[in-house]
């Protein structure tokens, strides 16, 4: 049986790359991806843990966690439409109308 | 083998007001659909729905539900009272804005209804499950609010800076709590009570933990230095969700927040997690009132002014004692009624949306509008905190617990940072009375709904600055219920 803390050490590292996604692109939607690879990456952990510990609870914490996901999707894509009408760019660094 | 029945006795009163708010957003929605042309209708009824859910408060009973995920007290019903009344103001502001800005839809008040049970899932949550869905459903609808003026570019600039910082911070909610759900093997607080009473304080799994869960709920919180969204989001939104998102879904997460800390002694002290927070609640005091001064747009004003509030609020937050929980939940329900009364006057004073409202745009106003002018200066008093104010007392029991529990210095800062804020509050009251009027001044239109709303916010800020009593027994009974 594969050690947990392996899949801890390779959740942290998807973690990470979300982080960093998030934080240098510039196009919404893969801004949106890495979210999305950050919430997966805590899902793995959830999985995990779950294994490690012969729990149910962690698995079910995981469903409620990708209905989130699901629905942070459908709201978050609406907006990017939204924004695209406006714009025809999902830049985020276009959006700039305000300003401190 | 022990089986517990699936639901509770009670079940059903514990959770009425859910129930009433849920329903009452899907009955909302449907009328809006089947009978398109009695839209105007859809505020009323609205408040009629809010109103049936402060009556189902007085039949809910305490205890712990749904397997112990649910814990009912009397300082949550305090606190989803808050929740209701800020609702009750931002659907009353709403109205006549929806219909000035032409999209009078029944969806926009469901959508206040769906937040406000996702903040009373924050406020009565036992488990880290039900407060993360509460705080997701809050969430959801606050993207969908905030961008719901989509016809204009600057709403749904807010909206796209909204829901990716939202869901950023989401991300770091929910690592935090699978660390702790591996540290502790459950995510019950209950469970966490049990193991923090023995809990090694220097294990760095549980340090990291923390602060994954506390940066992210402190971009839910707009605290310094997590901020950056608050001032775009505020002056993009619709000005009476501007309003209602600056005090309810704060007031939600530092319930949620007085749970986990409080089931995470004596750790909390031990780890210094503690001086975290301080840090942060520094850090908004001093950046939130610094940058205010800077800023000619009223709501943006506003919106780092609410930073430096949330600072006030975190004071009371570092020593977990039932006077403090008290003093929270008197502050938040002060804020409410002042910070929304604030941004309903704007609401109400400007053409449209895009229409920026900063200070050169309300010179003279206090003369020209004496209503809405007296308005403005009663709310900007009780947020600078003067006297007879409910701001006075909510700030004074504040600072007091700090110093009766020995945060001194932060106190002192606190103190010190709430009289630099002084300066830009009145400066709102100076232009309001002693500058010129512009000429090209425009008509508005009487209010009826809006007027009522800002008499409530008015009444309520002298109710509770002149009669505190009541309250803070009320709330002081209550608390000490939750917290030794």
């Known amino acids: 049986m594969i050690p947990t803390h392996w899949f801890l050490i390779l959740s942290a590292i998807l973690f990470t790359i979300g982080v960093c996604g998030v934080l240098t692109r510039r196009n919404g939607i893969t801004i949106f991806m890495c979210i999305e690879l950050m919430v997966n990456a805590v899902n793995l952990t959830f999985v995990a843990y779950a294994r490690q510990f012969h729990q149910i609870h962690g698995l079910l914490f995981v469903f409620f966690v990708m209905a989130i996901a699901a629905a942070e999707a459908a709201v978050g894509l609406a907006i990017f439409i939204s924004l695209f009408h406006h714009r025809h760019t999902i830049d985020v660094d276009e959006a700039n109308l305000m300003r401190w | 083998m022990n089986l517990t029945p699936l639901l509770e006795n009670g079940w059903i009163n514990a959770i009425l007001p859910e129930l009433i708010l849920s329903l009452g957003g899907i009955l909302l929605i449907l009328f809006d659909a089947f009978a398109p042309k009695l839209r105007s209708a859809t505020a009323p009824l609205a408040v009629i729905v809010f109103v049936a859910a402060c009556w189902g408060e007085l039949f809910v009973v305490g205890g712990n539900f749904f397997g112990d995920t649910y814990q009912i007290s009397a300082i949550t019903v305090i606190f989803d009272c808050t929740f209701l009344l800020a609702a009750i103001l931002a659907t009353l502001f709403a109205k006549a804005y929806l219909a000035r800005e032409g999209f009078e839809r029944g969806e926009f008040y469901a959508l206040l209804m769906w937040g406000t049970v996702g903040m009373m899932m924050m406020a009565k949550g036992l488990d880290l499950l039900v407060i993360v869905l509460g705080l997701e459903l809050l969430s959801i609808c606050i993207f969908i609010l905030v ?23 989401t991300g770091f909610v929910l690592y935090g709590t699978a660390l702790f759900y591996g540290a502790t093997g459950s995510t019950n607080l209950a469970d966490f009570s049990r193991y923090f009473a023995t809990a090694d304080a220097s294990n760095p799994l549980l340090t990291i933990a923390f602060i994954l869960l506390m940066s992210g709920l402190g971009f839910k919180l707009a605290v310094a230095p997590f901020h950056g969204w608050a001032p775009d989001v505020y002056q993009g939104a619709p000005s009476p969700i501007g309003g209602w998102l600056s005090t309810a879904p704060k007031a939600a997460t530092l319930i949620a927040l007085v749970r986990i800390f409080s089931s995470m002694t004596p750790v909390i002290q031990q780890a210094s997690w503690m001086k975290m927070v301080a840090a942060l609640s520094i850090l908004s005091m001093i950046i939130g009132n610094a940058v ?33 929980v008290a003093a929270i939940s008197i502050y938040v329900i002060t804020y409410a009624l002042m910070n929304i009364g604030a941004f309903g006057v704007i609401s109400m004073l400007a053409k449209n949306q895009n229409d920026p409202q900063t200070l050169d745009d309300i010179a003279g106003l206090g003369f020209r509008r004496p209503f809405y002018g007296l308005a403005l200066t009663i709310c900007m008093f009780s947020l600078s905190g003067l006297p007879p104010t409910a701001g006075f007392i909510a700030k004074f029991y504040i600072f007091k617990t700090a110093v009766d529990s020995g945060h001194m210095t932060i106190a002192v800062i606190g103190i010190l940072t709430s009289i630099i804020s002084v300066y830009y509050y009145l400066r709102v009251v100076y232009f309001l009375y002693m500058k010129e009027a512009d000429a090209t001044s425009h008509a508005i239109d009487p209010d009826f709904f809006g007027t009522g709303a800002l008499l409530i916010s008015l009444i309520g800020i002298f109710a509770i600055g002149l009669f505190p009593t009541p309250l803070f027994n009320a709330a002081g009974a209550a608390a000490r219920a939750l917290l030794p």
């Open chain 2, 147 to 169: 961008g719901f003026h989509r016809r204009i570019a600057v709403s749904n600039e807010a909206s796209l800076k909204y829901f990716l910082m939202g869901a950023f911070a």
């Open chain 2, 292 to 324: 205010a001064i800077a800023q000619r747009d009223l709501k943006r004003m506003l919106a780092y002014s609410g930073i430096a509030h949330v600072g006030y609020m975190l004071i009371a937050l570092l020593s977990l004692r039932g006077e403090s």
